[in-house]
């Protein structure tokens, strides 16, 4: 195997870039020293490859603390986004988030507390089964598919910060504060529940406060939906699949971190990135060596068929 320099130096470079810029944590060399996959073996390697967008990802978010808050200062949406959601879809005067606190049960407090906790592990779990089972150009679309609908988010974020709805609960329509944290809001009833501190945890180390427009939790999981449809291995998973992404609709109003207007845009976000990934003129055109490799494999050489099962990703 070709020995490369690039990605351990760049790994490298990452976590000498954050130890300057200040804040440095374990999982910031966690995440630098994945490099050094690449080095180890021709599988490490490919995992490296195929799972780069998601590192990609948690790297644009992690460093948005060091412009997040001058680049929104001044500019963030509390009573708009609010009023707007209490006229359109309001419930006895009250915004769906207001009417739900207002009646919440502990069964749900547990069921939209687990969606919450496990929303990133069921869009990676999705990944790690079409990686074992060689599924390789399923799996390049759709981790490419989490890094754009996340910084399609991101950008939102700056261009139009808006004050989730605990937050209205908790300082009112004035305007925005700059020195807040990230709450878990209803989230905590979960770990009362359960006596846990992971949302305590969770959010302790966010940076986004106003980042409720759109709901990113809700995006991941349909273009799981997504792509549990396109692969038929994975019809086992369909029903389950559906059954989370409505799941995770009801809990991101539930539990006061999203509007229901957040909601559908983020359901649009998601629809936009599978179209522009998956129906784009490249998407087809990188598809098309395998539609042609399969008539060969149809000849009869067995060889040749079994090269084309291990890299054609979709049915």
Known sequence: MKRRIL???????????????GGL?????????LGLLDLYNEKTRLFLSQFFPFIATGVIFDSMRYVYWPAIDGRVHVAGPYLFERRWFGIGG????????????????????????????GYLAVAFLLFFRRRLDALRTFALCFLVVNVLGFATYFVYPVAPPWYVTQYG?????????????????????????????????????????????????????????????????????VLFFFLMCLSAVYLQH????????????????????AWSPIARSRRAPFASSAQLAASGSPREAASVASRSAFE
């Not at 944590?25 to 020293?33: E, F, K």
């Not at 502990?106 to 507390?113: E, I, Q, S, V, Y």
């Not at 305007?175 to 709450?183: T, V």
């Not at 406060?209 to 369909?238: C, D, K, N, Q, T």
């Open 94 to 121: 009250l915004t769906p988030n207001e009417w739900l606190d207002a009646h919440h049960t502990a069964a749900l407090d547990l069921a939209c507390g687990f969606a919450y906790l496990v929303y990133v592990g």
């Open 173 to 241: 329509l004035g305007p925005a504060r700059m020195d807040i944290q990230p709450a878990a809001a209803a989230a905590t009833r979960f770990d009362l529940l359960l006596g846990t501190h992971f949302f305590q945890e969770m959010y302790g180390r966010g940076v986004d406060v106003y980042g409720a427009f759109p709901s990113l939790h809700v995006a991941y999981p349909l273009i799981a939906v997504w792509m549990v449809f396109r692969i038929r291995e994975l019809r086992w998973l369909r029903a389950p699949v």
């Open 25 to 33: 944590r374990a999982d910031h060399v966690l995440i630098g020293l």
């Open 7 to 21: 990605p351990p130096v760049a790994g490298l470079a990452y976590i000498a870039a954050i130890a300057l810029l």
């Open 258 to 277: 999203h509007y229901v207007i957040d909601v559908l845009l983020g359901i649009g976000y998601a629809l936009v990135t599978v179209a522009l990934l």
